[in-house]
């Protein structure tokens, strides 16, 4: 019941704003109610929803997609009179339930799956990458347990901002960049040719700092700067696998 106050005071004060989410709580609540027969439902704002070409007027209505288990080979199949009027019976029921407490009146469709696990999959492939976009990446390795989880999913720039959260984190311990041996990790191989070794041994907050050797000698030369996101993929990859110990 809270919850259902909660979004009853939500809708009074931002009466205007987009209830997607909002839908969706109420009716996640729902399918887990009737987990034996739906899968998920699936809400569109009006303006995300496709406009055909012979429409006059845009969407004006949420639409909702039940996932039904009810396509070829479930316990469901073929559909009996008896069955179409239980899915019909849930659409009605979700209707009024959105109805009563968005005052929304949503458009109602259907799609039917052998089971649960068919969706499964298709689920995971577009929230993974929804949370990383939400969350940032940080966030999203704490909300799933395990950055190799999310990895397949993640763009080289995702890479990118983790390093940077992870250093800025870690900065505001230290006080600004910091060496690799302030937190116990050696220097990074960057490059080498006959003359010169170069390696990374500091991270800023936007760039690594690259130190240079005399190859044959072993003296420190200078160093220059490179930001993270002009750093070599592997580079990059194992800057990730540092950090994510600290």
Same mark, same amino acid.
């Given at each position: 019941?809270?919850?259902?106050?909660d979004?009853?005071? $939500?809708?009074?004060?931002?009466?205007?704003?987009?209830?997607t989410?909002? $839908?969706?709580?109420?009716?996640? #609540?729902? =399918?887990?109610?009737?987990?034996?027969?739906?899968?998920?439902?699936?809400?569109?704002?009006?303006?995300?929803? =496709?406009?055909?070409?012979?429409q006059?007027?845009?969407?004006?209505?949420?639409?909702?997609?039940?996932?039904?288990?009810?396509?070829?080979?479930?316990s469901?199949?073929?559909? %009996?009179?008896?069955?179409? =009027?239980?899915?019909?019976?849930?659409?009605?029921?979700?209707?009024?339930?959105?109805?009563?407490y968005?005052?929304?009146t949503?458009?109602?469709?259907?799609?039917?799956?052998?089971?649960?696990?068919?969706?499964?999959?298709?689920?995971?492939?577009?929230?993974?990458?929804?949370?990383?976009? %939400?969350?940032?990446?940080?966030?999203?390795?704490?909300?799933?347990?395990?950055?190799? %989880?999310?990895?397949?999913?993640?763009? +080289?720039?995702?890479?990118?901002?983790? &390093?940077?959260?992870?250093?800025?984190? &870690?900065?505001?311990?230290? #006080?600004? #960049?910091?060496?690799?041996?302030?937190?116990?990790? +050696?220097?990074?191989?960057?490059?080498?040719?006959?003359?010169?070794?170069?390696? &990374?041994?500091?991270?800023g907050? %936007?760039?690594?700092?690259?130190? =240079?050797?005399?190859?044959?000698?072993?003296?420190?030369? #200078? $160093?220059?700067? $490179?930001?993270?996101?002009?750093?070599?993929?592997?580079? &990059?990859?194992?800057?990730?696998?540092?950090l994510?110990?600290?």
């Open positions: 019941m809270n919850l259902r106050h979004i009853k005071r $939500i809708l009074r004060e931002e009466s205007n704003k987009d209830l989410q909002v $839908i969706e709580t109420l009716l996640e #609540g729902f =399918v887990n109610d009737h987990k034996d027969i739906l899968c998920k439902v699936e809400v569109n704002h009006p303006d995300k929803r =496709v406009v055909r070409p012979y006059e007027y845009p969407h004006k209505n949420y639409r909702a997609t039940f996932y039904f288990i009810g396509g070829y080979g479930s469901n199949w073929p559909a %009996t009179q008896a069955v179409m =009027v239980k899915f019909d019976k849930l659409m009605n029921e979700a209707w009024e339930l959105i109805y009563n968005t005052g929304q949503l458009e109602m469709f259907t799609k039917h799956v052998k089971s649960c696990d068919d969706i499964i999959k298709e689920s995971k492939d577009s929230s993974i990458p929804k949370m990383i976009k %939400t969350l940032g990446v940080s966030d999203a390795i704490k909300y799933f347990g395990n950055y190799y %989880t999310i990895e397949p999913y993640l763009k +080289e720039i995702d890479k990118v901002n983790f &390093i940077k959260e992870k250093v800025d984190e &870690i900065s505001e311990e230290l #006080g600004g #960049g910091f060496g690799l041996v302030e937190i116990n990790e +050696e220097p990074i191989h960057f490059s080498e040719d006959e003359d010169e070794l170069r390696q &990374i041994e500091y991270l907050k %936007t760039r690594v700092t690259i130190d =240079v050797y005399d190859a044959v000698m072993g003296s420190h030369m #200078g $160093i220059y700067h $490179i930001f993270y996101e002009g750093l070599p993929s592997q580079i &990059i990859e194992e800057l990730v696998e540092i994510l110990n600290h």
